[in-house]
């Protein structure tokens, strides 16, 4: 057993430690990162943007105490800027001084197509990397945004945490990487890729997981207010948005009332911060003043429910 396979030995001890890091996990998912750490699978992540996935891994590197390594996907994303690629430049000088020399042919490609002109990215550095014994985890961020080829790249990764670089040979990882994969679901990721990993989807929060979110990340938001902005929130995702707001938004949206010094929801100061919530002009004209009064009623009496 490793260490990261001992780190912490119950699931209810990874839910606490996990809040304790101001991470609120529901159960599925806190037996989800422990089954990750206990059989060193990929954890593969999906759910809409704003629901706190890419935090998973920020807050497991944290807790053991790790390097986090990420790798943004985008689409077009190929080997060279995910792996690596070669220094020519430097190739380049070196060669010109091995002519010089006259070395062979055979001795000229060794020496230039060596480590030491290895230009390592992300995916490479998680194979090689662990700090004080300590495997990093690496992030591999929206790879729905990157491209089928790129996912079908990531199957030996995955599955044998190993890369194959063609001038050198098999590179394998001694101490296999934390992995964490997520996807805000933009195309369907392949099943060969799934395969490899355990799955969760994280869902939007229930109100009373929201509202402690929120007290959690901003303990100076006066009560009724957290209450309310929770219940405003929640009750906007009934809505047909086009882009729904995630918990990310309500942070935002909590953090720029406290900046407008309130106590509490009102129809003008909603109607001057929509733009933290919503992301889309159409989303924005959806809510008319009716529309909004209306939800800040809902919201004051959900509030004062659970208050």
Not at 40 to 64: M, N
Not at 68 to 84: H, K, S
Not at 132 to 146: F, H, M, N, Q, W
Not at 262 to 290: H, N, P, R, S
Request: proline share 4%; glycine share 4%.
């Amino acid at each position: 057993m490793n260490e990261t396979q001992a780190a912490y030995q119950s699931v209810d001890a990874l839910q606490t430690a996990l809040g304790k890091q101001d991470y609120i996990a529901e159960r599925g998912l806190a037996v989800a990162i422990y089954l990750a750490l206990k059989t060193g699978k990929p954890l593969f992540l999906e759910g809409d943007a704003g629901v706190g996935k890419t935090e998973v891994a920020k807050v497991l590197a944290a807790l053991l105490g790790s390097e986090l390594i990420r790798l943004q996907c985008y689409e077009g994303l190929d080997v060279n800027t995910a792996v690596y690629e070669w220094n020519y430049a430097a190739q380049i000088l070196h060669l010109r001084l091995m002519e010089s020399e006259r070395l062979g042919r055979a001795a000229m490609e060794a020496e230039l197509f060596s480590q030491r002109f290895l230009l390592k990215r992300p995916l490479l550095q998680a194979l090689e990397s662990g700090r004080e014994g300590k495997p990093p985890v690496l992030l591999i961020d929206e790879l729905d945004r990157s491209d089928e080829e790129f996912e079908a790249f990531l199957l030996e990764l995955l599955s044998d945490f190993q890369i194959t670089i063609p001038e050198i040979g098999t590179v394998k990882a001694a101490l296999p990487p934390v992995v964490v994969l997520t996807s805000n679901r933009t195309r369907e990721i392949h099943d060969a890729l799934k395969r490899r990993c355990l799955y969760y989807w994280i869902d939007y929060p229930h109100f009373r997981k929201e509202l402690a979110i929120v007290e959690r990340k901003a303990p100076d938001v006066p009560p009724m207010l957290a209450r309310q902005i929770t219940a405003f929130i929640q009750d906007m995702r009934s809505l047909e948005l086009f882009k729904r707001p995630g918990i990310a938004e309500t942070l935002d949206w909590t953090a720029a009332l406290i900046a407008l010094d309130q106590k509490a929801l009102a129809l003008e100061t909603v109607q001057d911060t929509l733009g933290v919530i919503l992301k889309y002009q159409d989303d924005v004209e959806m809510l008319d003043a009716a529309t909004i009064q209306n939800m800040l009623e809902r919201a004051q009496v959900e509030a004062q429910r659970a208050g």
